[in-house]
């Protein structure tokens, strides 16, 4: 069996605001199986918002993961992604997930992966998964460029990642906190 490919999820960070986006599509090998899949998802009492690229079962269960150390510290998504990062390097299970996170909440954005990084991005904009090099040069220039609002950015870098990269649609899940 092929494996699944692609997905683009990116996260900005202004004024008071956070939008984590999402597209929709699942491919499997050259055909696409599913055009509305949901990979932008709120946890932890709606106050953070998690987006996820990879194995599906695999994000589901670092979302769980995340989500279970949120409750132990009270909330504090700085102190969960760290947990969790060791967790995840260290765990014999967890070590084989194929999947990367970002975690936002109105104050921060963290990407999470495997390798045990936790990077927080020096502007407000971060991005995974296939498309995510299209979308983080278009979010960083309407960051740098414009004043537009965390969700007109990043909207329209979702956009211009969708028209370049074919593991991406238009078909987009946007989460706003803050």
């Keep these: 069996m092929e494996n699944f490919h692609g997905t683009t999820i990116i996260a900005v960070c202004r004024d008071n605001k956070t939008v984590v986006a999402g597209d929709g599509q699942v491919t499997l090998g050259s055909a696409v199986v599913k055009h509305g899949a949901r990979k932008v998802r709120r946890i932890y ?3 953070i918002v998690v987006g996820f690229a990879g194995a599906t079962a695999d994000a589901l269960t670092l979302s769980e993961k995340l989500e279970a150390k949120l409750e132990a510290f009270g909330g504090n998504l700085t102190r969960a992604a760290v947990e969790l990062a060791r967790d995840w390097r260290t765990d014999r ?3 084989r997930l194929e999947a990367m996170m970002i ?12 390798t045990g990084d ?3 991005p020096d502007s407000g904009v971060i991005a995974i998964g296939s498309g995510s090099v299209a979308a983080q040069a278009a979010g960083e220039a309407l960051f740098r460029h414009t004043e537009k609002s965390a969700r007109e950015i990043a909207e ?6 969708s028209g370049l990269c074919v593991y991406t649609n238009s078909q987009f899940t946007i989460e706003e906190i803050g």
């Excluded at 329209?156 to 990642?161: F, K, L």
């Design 45 to 47: 009492k709606n106050k």
């Design 93 to 95: 299970m967890l070590r």
């Design 103 to 114: 975690a936002a909440s109105d104050e921060s954005i963290y990407l999470l992966s495997g």
């Design 118 to 120: 936790i990077i927080e």
């Design 156 to 161: 329209g870098a979702m956009e211009i990642a």
